[in-house]
């Protein structure tokens, strides 16, 4: 179960802890309990503050072993059954509990993908003790050591079963094209820049 931190408003932090709003002024300018600030300004505060308040060390949040299995297209969703099973098989082999299975839809090189960010967003909660993936190109096509050591930093191991067959050799071609295609606009729109560069100097001459 995920940990949702609460967030106050000064006045109801001040009646939870039994001190007066202004108390809470003062700490702040002193840095004994400083307030977070919303981007607007707006001074607030969180779960952590009211333990910080009372003294008390903070619970360590609930951690959870995630599975997350991922195909590029709806086309490959038998791929993502067998992916499930497959991924079943290996953590039941391996001694991993499963707490949670994710599953989702979405190419590899979509750093946007809806399940991604959340999971990226619990890593960072501290709330995922153990991630398990099929390949790491499950996860991410670019940029893996990037996120093994973003998890590392919050507490949490991914796990890569590496099983080369559940990466489809489409998939591959896919993305690739993706670059090719991403590149091939950029220097046609890199070109349509020069010429209307050439054509507005010509025109000042």
Not at 75 to 92: P, V, Y
Not at 150 to 178: T, Y
């Amino acid at each position: 179960m995920s940990v949702m931190e609460k967030y106050y408003k000064v006045g109801e932090f001040a009646e939870r802890i039994g001190k007066s709003a202004s108390t809470l002024r003062r700490w702040d300018r002193e840095g004994r309990l400083v307030a977070r600030r919303t981007p607007s300004g707006h001074r607030y505060y969180t779960d952590e503050d009211l333990y910080r308040a009372f003294g008390i060390e903070q619970p360590e949040p609930e951690k959870q072993n995630i599975v997350y299995c991922r195909v590029s297209s709806r086309g490959q969703l038998d791929d993502l059954q067998s992916q499930i099973k497959a991924m079943e098989t290996f953590c039941l082999g391996a001694g991993i509990p499963i707490g949670e299975l994710v599953k989702e839809v979405g190419g590899g090189m979509n750093f946007r993908r809806e399940k991604f960010l959340a999971l990226v967003e619990r890593i960072e909660r501290g709330e995922v003790g153990r991630l398990v993936i099929a390949h790491k190109d499950r996860l991410v096509r670019f940029g893996f050591d990037f996120f093994e050591w973003f998890a590392e930093r919050h507490g949490c191991k991914i796990i890569v079963a590496n099983q080369e067959s559940l990466s489809p050799q489409q998939e591959m071609v896919q993305d690739l094209m993706s670059i090719v295609h991403c590149f091939s606009s950029r220097l046609y729109g890199l070109r349509s820049y020069k010429k209307r560069i050439k054509e507005a100097a010509e025109a000042n001459e």
